[in-house]
């Protein structure tokens, strides 16, 4: 996704040497220079069709081969949707990777009620949309800068959400609010998409929050979430760069504005490693890939890391050419090749052993 002068665009380009396939217009670019312009999300892609969500709340199914518009949605008109505003009056707009989960497309409006909703991948059509309560006075109202993931934990497939105030969890059969979380809520921005495993889901904020693991358990017809453990920010905190899970042990950027490498234990919150201090300056977004880690730094710094918690072991960096603006898109690892957005360019490396 991207701008194009004043219109913003989902682009398919030919993976051998990115040349142009096609591109169409889903909304109005986001031009505000001092909250960095530019597209939020990553389209997701489910066989034949794509689907993509603009900043301004369009959400549009489009044919994979073409990039013609099968059906549109609006979240704010259609559900009342509004992102999460921070405490200084500030929004960084829509910036969600919607889910698809069978015949369904799942989607965070963000509105009073309609905090999730529900709709046919086929034709867009509204299936249900949940209400949120009150969960607490942390953070905000509104949609976050988070995506869906899905759970099976006590035994009820659920939809888990980093919202504007805090962790919740909703039933995929009919968008029944199951449980929430506030205490990971922050009244800035919540980012960091939740991580689950089992009955387990592990969520983390910035601007000085933390991070917290909780537990599904069977409640009369519902779900409740115990909290396992509660991590201070000085201890494992990550702003907006992601954290993976691997074999047990979570990685990340740790700290407001930071990606200090870290290694923690998921079933215990204790840590491996870090944080550590390396060459990398300011966020840092990772991606997880034949063992090895990939943290992509704000000033453009890109290393090599062991996943491994046994130490902290950098294997290479480089950097990417010409960064002048902060350098945030988490990496991907595909086919042998590592792609790194960088603003209006894109880069393709090849990263396969020799």
């Known amino acids: 996704m991207g701008d194009l002068g004043s219109d913003q665009h989902v682009i398919a380009l030919r ?6 396939l096609w591109k169409t217009r889903i909304g109005p670019a986001w031009t505000n220079r001092s909250l960095y312009p530019g597209s939020r999300s990553t389209p997701t892609v489910d066989g034949e069709r794509v689907y993509a ?37 500030v929004e960084w707009k829509y910036a969600e990777s919607p889910l698809v989960d069978g015949d369904r497309v799942i989607v965070t409006p963000g509105g009073p009620t309609a905090a999730i909703a529900a709709l046919d991948k086929k034709d867009g059509r509204e299936i249900w949309r949940a209400a949120v309560p009150a969960l607490g006075e942390r953070g905000n109202d509104g949609a976050p800068y988070s995506s869906i993931v899905v759970s099976e934990g006590a035994g009820v497939r659920q939809y888990v959400q980093l919202i ?10 009919d968008g029944k609010f199951l449980w929430g979380y506030n205490r990971i809520a ?15 889901i592990f969520g983390s904020t910035g601007y000085q929050t933390g991070a917290a693991l909780l537990e599904l358990r069977p409640a009369g017809d519902g779900v409740e979430a115990r909290e396992v453990y509660f991590l201070p920010a000085g201890t ?6 992601g954290v993976i899970l691997h074999d047990g042990y979570l990685y990340a950027g740790s700290g407001h504005n930071a990606g200090l490498p870290v290694a923690a234990r998921f079933e215990t919150g204790e840590l491996a ?10 966020s840092a ?15 453009g710094l890109v290393l090599l890391v062991e996943a491994t918690p046994e130490a902290y072991r950098e294997r290479g960096s480089f950097r990417i050419p ?7 898109p988490h990496p991907v690892v595909a086919g042998g090749r590592l792609y790194l957005r960088e603003q209006d360019r894109l880069y393709a490396f090849d990263v396969r052993e020799p």
């Open 164 to 173: 504007g105030r805090g962790l919740v969890g909703i039933r995929a059969e």
């Open 236 to 241: 494992f905190q990550n702003h907006h760069g």
């Open 186 to 200: 922050n009244d800035v921005a919540n980012v960091p998409t939740p991580i689950v495993s089992g009955n387990y």
């Open 53 to 89: 969500l603009g900043t301004e709340g369009d959400l549009a199914c489009l044919l994979a081969s073409t990039g013609e518009i099968l059906w549109t949605r609006s979240l704010p008109r259609d559900f009342g949707g509004a992102v999460m505003i921070a405490r200084a009056g």
């Open 15 to 20: 993976e051998e040497d990115g040349s142009l």
């Open 273 to 282: 490693w870090g944080p550590i201090r390396n060459d990398g300056r300011n």
């Open 322 to 328: 010409e960064v002048e603006n902060p350098s945030w």
């Open 285 to 299: 977004s990772i991606a997880y890939a034949d063992g090895r880690l990939y943290f992509r730094y704000q000033d």
